[in-house]
């Protein structure tokens, strides 16, 4: 069985900063990608920023020089460091994990709870 969970969310200031950690646990044989995603109130799920096992990284417009994605393979732990926030930031942030399970050998996403991130004063 696999596991994605985050942490790391909460109220802060605008232009404050925030850690997201996603971590990956459970029978997995090899992780390819790792992803952040957001959906705020009555719009659509977006993609955030997303990380390849080798290090690729891609932002969406709005994040980039903000938010910065890494990767810790050895910990299968995902992690988004969000500074300068703002209020347009405010969503559920969602983690998603592209990898293979022991028990299937199958390339499958799996999703976290999710966690909120509110910007406000």
């Known amino acids: 069985q696999v596991q994605v969970v985050e942490s790391g969310g909460g109220l802060v200031q605008p232009g404050g900063s925030l850690r997201l950690s996603c971590a990956a646990s459970?029978?997995?044989?090899?992780?390819?990608?790792m992803g952040w995603y957001r959906q705020a109130p009555k719009k659509s799920r977006e993609l955030v920023a997303s990380i390849t096992s080798s290090g690729s990284t891609r932002y969406e417009d709005s994040v980039k020089g903000r938010f910065t994605i890494s990767l810790d393979n050895a910990k299968k732990t995902m992690y988004l460091q969000m500074n300068s926030l703002k209020p347009e930031d405010t969503a559920v942030y969602y983690c998603?994990?592209?990898?293979?399970?022991?028990?299937?050998?199958?390339?499958?996403?799996?999703w976290g709870q999710g966690t909120q991130v509110t910007v406000s004063s």
């Open positions: 998603k994990a592209d990898l293979k399970a022991t028990t299937t050998m199958m390339l499958y996403d799996y």
């Open positions: 459970g029978n997995i044989f090899r992780i390819y990608a």
